[in-house]
């Protein structure tokens, strides 16, 4: 089974408006991480935002903001205002247990902003 | 942040020879190190964790004895593609676990800008 899905493969938007970007994943560890990345076509992996399992409230980073419905093993990545430099891939990955553990990718969503 | 480093960036390579990929920790120590393989279009795959003063764990379906990796120090991870094949062509990226003081550095991964194979 999949432990992170990403059923979006390419998804687009307008410049300034806000888009959702899905995530569910699997897990019977207690305690895990999910994670956000961006990576543009440089390939360089960019780190956007973390949630934790235990975590009470949504995780934000500036115009970046997680959807964890922790019930629903979900965890969309919410980016507002886009930008054009938004475009890019985007990657949610999991890390099971604690310590230093490698993550788990989901497929990917192409990201496309429209002027 | 914490940086991680990866040398070469890119690389070409006959197809029958060895390429060594460097992957170091630029201001932290890192005990471990994650190698991930990259298809293109396609997701990172978790390819081994290479562990300083330890041999490496490794992914099934990876195989140990063409991709040799040596954890040196504290600071740097070695990926030796050996005997590379067209197949092989591909972009690996290697990620450090934080550790420093703060929750948030902890659960951080640090990712290398990557290296591209290309096997000929």
């Known amino acids: 089974a999949q432990k992170i899905t990403q059923t979006q493969p390419g998804m687009f938007v307008q410049e300034k408006e806000a888009v959702t970007l899905d995530c569910t994943y699997d897990t019977s560890d207690p305690s895990y991480g999910l994670f956000w990345y961006k990576q543009p076509s440089s390939g360089e992996m960019i780190f956007l935002i973390y949630q934790g399992s235990y975590d009470q409230q949504n995780a934000t980073e500036g115009r970046y903001s997680l959807n964890f419905q922790k019930a629903r093993k979900s965890a969309n990545l919410v980016i507002s205002a886009s930008q054009l430099g938004d475009s890019a891939m985007y990657f949610c990955a999991m890390r099971e247990g604690t310590g230093r553990r490698a993550l788990t990718f989901g497929s990917g969503t192409r990201l496309q902003v429209q002027p | 942040g914490a940086v991680v480093s990866q040398h070469p960036s890119w690389v070409i390579c006959k197809s029958g020879t060895s390429v060594k990929i460097e992957c170091r920790s630029l201001?932290?120590?890192?005990?471990?190190m994650f190698w991930y393989r990259q298809f293109p279009k396609q997701s990172l795959m978790l390819m081994a964790t290479s562990n300083e003063g330890s041999k490496a764990t490794y992914e099934q379906g990876v195989e140990k004895d063409k991709f040799l990796i040596n954890h040196a120090s504290l600071t740097l991870s070695t990926l030796t593609v050996t005997s590379a094949h067209p197949e092989d062509s591909s972009f690996y990226i290697c990620s450090a676990p934080g550790g420093l003081a703060g929750v948030r550095s902890y659960n951080e991964q640090f990712f290398g800008p990557g290296t591209r194979l290309t096997v000929l």
């Open positions: 201001d932290f120590q890192a005990t471990t």
